[in-house]
């Protein structure tokens, strides 16, 4: 069974910095690409960062030079890295893996509020 599980976040001051890291089992993580997404209330669910399994990062224009994906194949974990948080970054955030013929696989999401 796939399980992602996201840890990290909450409350955070403009200008400020979290780390979210998500957790995986099920799958033999070396082999696929890892994606963190984000929900903002209303709105549809958007790509933030991706890293393949040979650990080239890609990036959504709103975040470069802001957030850092990485990951630790020895651990199964995939991390982001968020610098210089606005109130507009305020959303859920959801790891992500997609499984060939099984699907996409979602983490529960957790919250980071960016607010003064």
């Known amino acids: 069974q796939v399980r992602l599980v996201e840890s990290g976040g909450g409350l955070v001051q403009p200008g400020g910095s979290t780390k979210l890291s998500c957790r995986t089992s099920g799958i033999v993580f070396r082999f696929y690409d890892m994606h963190w997404y984000r929900q903002a209330p209303g709105k549809q669910r958007e790509l933030v960062a991706e890293?393949?399994?040979?650990?080239?990062?890609r990036y959504s224009d709103f975040v470069k030079g802001r957030f850092i994906i990485s990951r630790d194949n020895t651990k199964n974990t995939v991390d982001l890295q968020m610098t210089d948080l606005q109130p507009e970054d305020t959303a859920v955030y959801y790891c992500n893996v997609r499984v060939a013929g099984r699907g996409d696989f979602w983490g529960q999401g957790t919250n980071v509020t960016v607010s003064s």
């Open positions: 890293i393949s399994e040979v650990y080239k990062p």
